[in-house]
């Protein structure tokens, strides 16, 4: 596993074990948004990278959910420092 995702309190949340180096934390870094594709959906959308590593929570529902391989994503500074809150972005005015 190189990414986890997870949901807490309806916020979706994106580690990789590569920590702040990997290239997709460096460009969320750098320019803010993107988009997720979802089959033919695609979702504009917000990335947030300051200050998540600690959010409470956030470590217990990556071990619930990947259970013994979460260590990867929970107990390594460098994937705690690469944490991603993803976002809706704002619908374009019409």
């Known amino acids: 596993m190189e990414v986890g995702m997870v ?3 309806g916020e979706l ?3 990789a074990y590569r920590g702040v180096g990997s290239r997709w934390y460096r ?7 993107g988009t997720i594709r979802v089959g033919t959906v695609r979702h504009d959308v917000l990335l947030t990278t300051d ?3 600690r959010r409470a929570g956030l470590d ?4 619930t959910k990947y259970g013994s391989v979460a260590e990867a994503l929970v ?10 809150r993803i976002d809706p972005a704002a619908a ?3």
């Open 60 to 63: 217990a529902a990556f071990r």
């Open 7 to 9: 949901v807490v309190a």
């Open 27 to 33: 460009a969320a870094r750098k320019h803010g948004h």
């Open 13 to 15: 949340y994106v580690r």
């Open 51 to 53: 200050g998540l590593e």
């Open 75 to 84: 107990a390594s500074p460098e994937a705690r420092a690469a944490t991603i």
């Open 92 to 94: 374009p005015a019409p």
